[in-house]
């Protein structure tokens, strides 16, 4: 049985820092794209970083410098730092691993809140 199990969501003030982490089961997540996407409220969701089996990374414009993607292929991991945080910055975010469009796992997501 794949899983994804996301942690390190919370609340946290404008301008702060968190880390999200995503643990994998079931798959070798090495062999995976690993991606964070997040879906804000009456939003759709959208891609916020991702990384390559090979560790290339992407990152969308709104986090560009902001926030790192990285993975850790023996322990299943890939995480989310995130820093110098927005209000805008506020949802929920997901871990998602895809090797192709049937090969497609998601995790139960995380709530991201940026607020004084």
Do not use: H
């Not at 850790?72 to 691993?97: G, R």
């Not at 469009?101 to 607020?115: I, K, P, R």
Request: net charge positive.
């Amino acid at each position: 049985q794949v899983q994804l199990v996301e942690s390190g969501g919370g609340l946290v003030q404008p301008g702060g820092s968190l880390k999200l982490s995503c643990t994998a089961s079931g798959i070798m997540s090495r062999i995976y794209a690993m991606n964070w996407y997040r879906q804000a409220s009456g939003k759709q969701r959208e891609l916020v970083a991702s990384i390559s089996t090979s560790g290339l990374t992407n990152y969308a414009d709104s986090v560009k410098g902001r926030f790192t993607i990285s993975r850790d292929n023996a322990k299943n991991t890939v995480s989310l730092q995130m820093s110098s945080l927005k209000p805008e910055d506020t949802a929920v975010y997901y871990c998602n691993a895809r090797r192709s469009l049937s090969n497609d796992w998601w995790g139960q997501g995380t709530q991201v809140t940026v607020s004084s």
